[in-house]
C-alpha cells in the first residue's frame, strides 16, 4: 500500500511498502514553536491560520500567536505542550531547543510538561517576571493579576534580582511587594484547564497510536524521544526514548515504543502482544532500553 509521511510541512509519497499495514512518520521532528492545534479563531502575526497549516507553521522570535474566541496548542521541546486560553497572545523570544523562551502577552497559557532534562532552559515571561519550569507538571499563567500558579512540578520565578522556588500547589503573584508563594486551591480550575486535561487525553492517544506503528509495522523509522508526525491525528505526538511518563493530569500517559512492546500482554485487545510486521526487527533494537530499565520515564 501507499503510504504518506509529513516532512517539513508537506506531505510526500513514501512509496510502495509491500505487506506492511499502517502509515509512516517524519524522519525529523516539530521545533519549538510549531502550532499543532487551534479551535476557533486564532492569527500567527494578525494572519488567520489555515487547517492545513497545523503541524508546519511555526513562531519565529518575535512572532504572535494570539487567540480571539477560541484556543491554541503551541509545541515546545519535546514532551512540552503551551495551551492559549481565549482572547490571549504569545510571543516568541528564543526557540532554541536549550534556550526557550516565550512571553505572555496578553491572558492566559498553560503549559504541559512531560518531560524536561537538565540541558533544557525552558521560560515563560509575563512582564519583568520570568519562571522557570524545572520538572514535569502543569503551570498557570495570567497576565491579569499577573502571576504563576503550580498544580504539579516545580518552577523558580525571578523579577529583577528576587527569585522564589515554587512547588506543587503553590502560586506566585508578579506584582506583589514582595516576591512569595501562597497556597491555591487545585481543585478549582477553569475553562483553558478543562480544555487542556481534554487536549493531554488526545495527545496521549497518538503517542499510543504512534507507539505501536513504530513497533509493528516501521521499526526502522524510529530515532529516540522526539515529536513523531501522526496523520491519523492529523497533529505531532510526543515520543519519550525510554519508560512510560504519565501525565500530570492523571488517567493516561506517553509510551516509549519499548515500554508499549514489552507491555503488550497487559494490553488486552491490541491484537500485538509479540506479533506483526517488523516487531521481530524491533527487538534487538529495544534490547538496550530493557537493560538499562526504563529510568528516563516515570510511572
Do not use: C
Not at 166 to 178: E, L, N, P, R
Not at 277 to 298: E, I, L, N, Y
Amino acid at each position: 500500500m501507499f503510504n504518506l509521511w509529513k516532512a517539513s510541512g508537506r506531505w510526500a509519497l513514501a512509496g510502495l511498502v509491500a505487506g506492511i499495514g499502517g502509515i509512516a512518520y517524519a524522519q525529523g521532528s516539530a521545533r519549538p514553536g510549531t502550532i499543532n492545534y487551534v479551535e476557533g479563531n486564532a492569527t500567527l502575526d494578525g494572519q488567520p491560520i489555515a487547517v492545513k497549516q497545523l503541524g508546519s507553521i511555526e513562531l519565529q522570535p518575535g512572532h504572535v500567536l494570539q487567540t480571539g474566541a477560541g484556543k491554541a496548542e503551541m509545541l515546545l521541546t519535546p514532551g512540552v505542550f503551551l495551551r492559549l486560553g481565549d482572547n490571549s497572545a504569545v510571543k516568541m523570544v528564543t526557540p532554541s531547543l536549550t534556550d526557550t523562551q516565550v512571553e505572555l502577552v496578553r491572558g492566559e497559557a498553560l503549559v504541559e510538561v512531560e518531560q524536561v532534562a537538565k540541558e533544557n532552559k525552558l521560560q515563560v515571561a509575563v512582564g519583568s517576571a520570568v519562571t522557570r519550569m524545572e520538572k514535569r507538571g502543569i503551570y498557570a499563567f495570567r497576565t491579569a493579576q499577573p502571576g504563576v500558579a503550580v498544580y504539579e512540578g516545580k518552577a523558580v520565578v525571578q523579577v529583577d534580582d528576587h527569585t522564589v522556588d515554587a512547588t506543587k500547589g503553590d502560586s506566585v503573584s508578579f506584582d506583589a511587594k514582595k516576591l512569595k508563594t501562597q497556597d491555591f486551591k487545585r481543585k478549582q480550575t477553569d475553562d483553558l484547564y478543562a480544555w487542556s486535561d481534554l487536549r493531554s487525553q488526545y495527545v496521549a492517544q497518538a503517542n499510543a497510536s504512534t507507539a505501536q506503528t513504530v513497533v509493528v509495522n516501521h521499526p526502522y523509522w524510529w530515532y529516540g524521544t522526539g515529536w513523531y508526525w501522526n496523520p491519523w491525528f492529523d497533529s505531532w505526538a510526543f515520543v519519550p526514548g525510554a519508560g512510560f511518563y504519565g501525565s500530570p493530569f492523571g488517567g493516561f500517559g506517553f509510551y516509549s515504543p519499548a515500554f508499549w512492546y514489552y507491555s503488550a500482554p497487559y494490553r488486552i485487545g491490541t491484537g500485538v502482544a509479540g506479533r506483526g510486521p517488523g516487531v521481530a526487527a524491533f527487538r534487538g533494537g529495544v534490547a538496550g532500553f530493557a537493560r538499562g530499565g526504563f529510568g528516563g520515564g516515570h510511572r
